[in-house]
C-alpha cells in the first residue's frame, strides 16, 4: 500500500464507508447536515460539518458510530464552526469574483479544512485555514485528485438529495482518510 496513491485511498474510504455498520450513520448524519443546512439557510453548515466531519474520522479510526453522532458533537464546538464556515464562504467568494473558477481554487486549499480543525484540538479557525492551505502545497497532486474527486462527485450525483447525502459522506470519509494517509498523526 501507497500512502499517497489516490487510488488506494479511495479504495480504503470504500471500504470504510460500507464496513460494518458504518454505511447507515455515515449515510444519514450526512443527509441530516444537508437538511439542516437547508433549513437554517447555511448558518449551522460549518458547526455541522465540524460534527460530521468528527464522525468520519471516528470511523477511520475503527470506532463504532451511530446515527446522529455528528449532531451530538454540534454543540462543543460551534463557535468555532460557523468561523470556519465564514472563512470557508469568504474564500470561495473571493476566489470566483477574483477567477471566475476560482471555487476550485479554494476547495483545493481548503480541502483539509475541517479534518485540521477536528484533530488538531484548540487549533483557531485562521490556523486551521493555514495548515490546510500548508498540506495542500506540500501534497499537491494527492490533494487535486481529492479535490477532484469529490467536485466530481457532487457534479453527478448532486442533483438529489439523496445523491448529495452520498457525495457528502464518500467526500468527507475520503478527505479524512487523504488526510491521515499525507500525516499519520492526523487520526
Known amino acids: ?57 471516528r470511523i477511520q479510526r475503527g470506532e463504532a458510530v451511530a446515527v446522529g453522532d455528528s449532531l451530538k458533537l454540534l454543540s462543543p464546538r460551534f463557535g468555532q464552526g460557523v468561523v470556519l464556515w465564514i ?3 469568504i474564500a470561495h467568494a473571493l476566489g470566483a469574483m477574483a ?8 476547495n483545493f486549499f481548503l480541502a483539509y479544512l475541517f479534518v485540521v480543525a477536528v484533530t488538531l484540538p484548540g487549533i483557531s479557525a485562521v490556523d486551521a485555514v493555514k ?22 462527485l457532487h457534479a453527478l450525483l448532486g442533483a438529489t438529495g439523496i445523491g448529495l447525502a ?17 500525516s499519520p498523526a492526523v487520526a
Not at 99 to 104: P, Y
Not at 131 to 152: C, D, I, N, Q
Not at 167 to 179: K, N
Request: glycine share 8%; aromatic share 6%; with cysteine.
Open 87 to 89: 472563512l470557508w464562504l
Open 1 to 57: 500500500m501507497n500512502p499517497t496513491d489516490p487510488v488506494d485511498a479511495l479504495k480504503e474510504t470504500l471500504t470504510r464507508a460500507t464496513q460494518g455498520e458504518n454505511l447507515v450513520p455515515l449515510f444519514i448524519d450526512g443527509a441530516l447536515v444537508l437538511i439542516f443546512s437547508a433549513c437554517t439557510f447555511s448558518l449551522l453548515t460549518g458547526p455541522l460539518l465540524l460534527g460530521y466531519t468528527e464522525t468520519c474520522v
Open 166 to 182: 452520498a457525495s457528502l459522506a464518500f467526500s468527507t470519509l475520503l478527505r479524512v482518510v487523504m488526510a491521515r494517509r499525507l
Open 131 to 152: 495548515e490546510s492551505v500548508r498540506r495542500a502545497l506540500a501534497h499537491p497532486m494527492e490533494t487535486a485528485v481529492l479535490t477532484g474527486v469529490a467536485l466530481g
Open 99 to 106: 477567477l471566475g473558477a476560482g471555487a476550485l481554487v479554494a
